[in-house]
């Protein structure tokens, strides 16, 4: 995880009422310290977010979570050599008083939030496996139909167009093939 961002929505308003985000280099030891007041929230929590100005201030200006249903990260977040980006939700968080803790939707009350975070990519290794030599068949993969945009949540508001293509080429990108 390179980067962090926790969002924090009043559970009766949805109302945004904390928005930060961290860089690897602010926790120690896998433990970051996120303080907020008691309350009841939703929680947001986006790692490895995509880099650019442009990407930073959408982001910060979330104000109420419907905000999240206007996002989507661009395909070029995606790509080999970044981190992919993740996301979880944690809904119906009680922060208790005194440092007591947090109860979780499902009752439970717990010192420390573990996150689970699911990637919103996937990369691809595929193996092409033969008899002959492909070596002078083969120059490379190419992938088509990849969607232009990775939304936040179910409830995205623009369109996707399903136009980008990844081309990798023996020529090109030779680090990524390899002779088994």
């Known amino acids: 995880v390179s980067s962090l961002r926790v969002l924090a929505f009043n559970r009766s308003t949805g109302a945004c009422v904390s928005n930060i985000r961290y860089n690897e280099d602010e926790w ?22 995509p880099a650019g100005i ?11 979570y419907g905000d999240l249903d206007n996002i989507a990260y661009p395909a070029s977040a995606f790509t080999s050599n970044l981190n992919i980006p993740m996301m979880q939700e ?6 208790l008083s005194n440092g ?5 939707n499902d009752g439970t009350t ?3 939030l573990k996150l689970a975070l699911d990637r919103m990519g996937v990369r691809i290794e595929a193996t092409l496996e033969g008899e002959e030599d492909y ?3 083969f120059s490379g993969v190419i992938f088509s139909n990849i969607p232009d945009l990775v939304p936040l949540t179910a409830g995205y508001s623009g369109s996707i167009s399903r136009n980008t293509i990844r081309k990798f080429s023996l020529s090109e990108n030779g ?4 002779n088994v």
Do not use: C, H, P, W
């Open 28 to 49: 120690m030891n896998n433990v970051l310290r996120y303080s907020i007041i008691v309350g009841n929230y939703d929680f947001v929590f986006l790692a490895n977010e």
């Open 54 to 64: 442009t990407m930073m201030q959408t982001l910060n200006a979330v104000s109420v």
């Open 90 to 95: 944690i809904k119906n968080v009680t922060i």
């Open 100 to 104: 007591a803790g947090i109860t979780l």
């Open 110 to 112: 717990v010192s420390m």
């Open 135 to 137: 070596d002078t068949v």
């Open 175 to 178: 680090s990524y093939f390899s």
